[in-house]
C-alpha cells in the first residue's frame, strides 16, 4: 500500500534533491540504496506553523534508520494516541476513534500571536468523536517571557475542564525550528522561562502543564535540570522502535512517548505522529480529570 506523503515534509533542501536523484542513480545500477539521510526530512517552517517534532528535523536530525514506518506503528499496544495541528487537514474524528486512538493533542497556539488555523475545527470533533483531547502551544522563548505565551495559550484553546474528555494543555519546547537551538537564552534564563510558563498556566487552569521535549534538548538547553520533575509529566520525543524511550535528566519516567512521526491512522490522510500513553485508560482518564 502506499502513502503520499505529507505536505509539512513538502520543502526539501536542494541537497537532499540531488542525494535522492544519486540514490535512484545508483539502485538503477544495481548498486545498493543510500541510507536516509538528515536533509531528506529537513523542513522549512515559516513562523506560526511548527509542529511537534519541527525542531528536530530543522536541526538536521530525523527518524533512525529502525525507526517504526507507517506500516510498522510499534509499539501499538497500550493506550494510543496521535498529534496533530493544521498540516494534516481535514480529519475524519470519528474514523480515528473507530481506529482504536484514545486521545490526541491538537496545536492551538505558538509564540503570543499564532493560533492554529484548524483548531477550531479539530479541537471540538474530537471531543464529539469521544478522543480524549487535549491542546499544545509551541514555545517561542525568544519571543516573550513565559507567562505572557501561557496566558495566550490558555485564553486561545488551552484551557482545561473536568468533563472526561479533556487533557491538560501542553507546552512544546524543542530544538528551535527558526533559529539557535536554545532561543538564545541561557540555561538558567531557559528555565526562569519555563518555570514562569508553569506557573502562569496552572494559576489560569489550576492544572500542571504536561512537557513535552527531548532528552538532547532538556539535557543542553536546561542543563539537564531537575526542577519540573515533581511538577509536571514529561511527554517524551524519541522516534525508534526500541522498547523504551530515553528520558531527560532530571525526570523519573515518561507520561506520554511520541514513538513515531511517520505513522498512519485511518481519517488522517498522511503521516501523523503517533503516542503511547504509560498506563491504562483509566490513569488516562485520572489525568484528564485531575483525580
Given at each position: 500500500m502506499?502513502?503520499?506523503?505529507?505536505?509539512r515534509?513538502r520543502?526539501v533542501?536542494a541537497l537532499g534533491?540531488l542525494?535522492?536523484?544519486?540514490?535512484?542513480?545508483?539502485?538503477?545500477?544495481?548498486?545498493?540504496?543510500?541510507?536516509?539521510?538528515?536533509?531528506?526530512?529537513?523542513?522549512h517552517v515559516e513562523?506560526?506553523?511548527?509542529?511537534m517534532?519541527v525542531?528536530?528535523?530543522?536541526?538536521g536530525g530525523?527518524?533512525?534508520a529502525?525507526?517504526p514506518s507507517?506500516?510498522?506503528?510499534a509499539p501499538t499496544d497500550?493506550v494510543?494516541?496521535?498529534?496533530?495541528s493544521?498540516?494534516?487537514?481535514?480529519?475524519?474524528w470519528g474514523s480515528v476513534r473507530?481506529?482504536?486512538i484514545?486521545f490526541?493533542w491538537?496545536k492551538a497556539?505558538?509564540?503570543?500571536?499564532?493560533k492554529?488555523?484548524?483548531?477550531?475545527?479539530?479541537?471540538?470533533?474530537a471531543y464529539n468523536a469521544?478522543?480524549?483531547?487535549?491542546a499544545?502551544?509551541?514555545?517561542?522563548?525568544?519571543a516573550s517571557n513565559?507567562?505572557?505565551?501561557?496566558n495566550y495559550?490558555a485564553g486561545?484553546?488551552?484551557?482545561w475542564?473536568r468533563d472526561?474528555l479533556?487533557?491538560?494543555?501542553?507546552l512544546?519546547?524543542?530544538?528551535?525550528?527558526?533559529g539557535a537551538?536554545c532561543y538564545g537564552?541561557?540555561?538558567t534564563?531557559?528555565?526562569t522561562?519555563?518555570?514562569?510558563?508553569?506557573t502562569?498556566?496552572?494559576?489560569r487552569t489550576?492544572?500542571?502543564v504536561?512537557?513535552?521535549t527531548?532528552a538532547?534538548?532538556?539535557n543542553?538547553?536546561?542543563?539537564?535540570w531537575t526542577?519540573m520533575?515533581a511538577?509536571?509529566p514529561?511527554?517524551?520525543?524519541?522516534?525508534?522502535?526500541?522498547?523504551a524511550?530515553t528520558?531527560?535528566?532530571?525526570?523519573?519516567?515518561?507520561?506520554v512517548?511520541?514513538y513515531?512521526?511517520?505513522?498512519s491512522?485511518?481519517g488522517?490522510?498522511?503521516?501523523?505522529?503517533?503516542n503511547?500513553?504509560?498506563?491504562?485508560r483509566?490513569?488516562l482518564l485520572?489525568l484528564?480529570?485531575?483525580?
Amino acid at each position: 500500500m502506499s502513502f503520499l506523503p505529507h505536505p509539512r515534509r513538502r520543502i526539501v533542501t536542494a541537497l537532499g534533491v540531488l542525494g535522492a536523484a544519486l540514490a535512484l542513480t545508483a539502485t538503477a545500477a544495481g548498486g545498493a540504496t543510500a541510507a536516509p539521510g538528515p536533509d531528506r526530512d529537513r523542513v522549512h517552517v515559516e513562523p506560526g506553523e511548527a509542529y511537534m517534532g519541527v525542531g528536530t528535523l530543522a536541526h538536521g536530525g530525523s527518524a533512525p534508520a529502525d525507526a517504526p514506518s507507517r506500516g510498522a506503528l510499534a509499539p501499538t499496544d497500550g493506550v494510543q494516541g496521535i498529534d496533530v495541528s493544521h498540516w494534516q487537514g481535514a480529519i475524519n474524528w470519528g474514523s480515528v476513534r473507530g481506529a482504536g486512538i484514545q486521545f490526541a493533542w491538537i496545536k492551538a497556539t505558538e509564540g503570543t500571536s499564532y493560533k492554529d488555523d484548524r483548531f477550531n475545527s479539530n479541537y471540538p470533533a474530537a471531543y464529539n468523536a469521544g478522543v480524549i483531547r487535549g491542546a499544545y502551544h509551541f514555545a517561542l522563548p525568544n519571543a516573550s517571557n513565559g507567562a505572557t505565551q501561557a496566558n495566550y495559550f490558555a485564553g486561545n484553546g488551552g484551557g482545561w475542564s473536568r468533563d472526561n474528555l479533556t487533557l491538560p494543555g501542553v507546552l512544546d519546547i524543542e530544538h528551535n525550528p527558526y533559529g539557535a537551538m536554545c532561543y538564545g537564552l541561557s540555561t538558567t534564563q531557559m528555565r526562569t522561562w519555563i518555570n514562569d510558563f508553569y506557573t502562569a498556566y496552572k494559576a489560569r487552569t489550576s492544572r500542571d502543564v504536561v512537557i513535552y521535549t527531548t532528552a538532547s534538548w532538556w539535557n543542553t538547553c536546561t542543563g539537564n535540570w531537575t526542577g519540573m520533575s515533581a511538577k509536571s509529566p514529561l511527554w517524551v520525543a524519541h522516534w525508534t522502535s526500541a522498547s523504551a524511550p530515553t528520558i531527560p535528566s532530571g525526570f523519573p519516567t515518561w507520561t506520554v512517548w511520541q514513538y513515531t512521526s511517520t505513522g498512519s491512522v485511518s481519517g488522517v490522510a498522511g503521516s501523523v505522529d503517533r503516542n503511547q500513553f504509560n498506563g491504562s485508560r483509566d490513569r488516562l482518564l485520572a489525568l484528564a480529570n485531575n483525580t
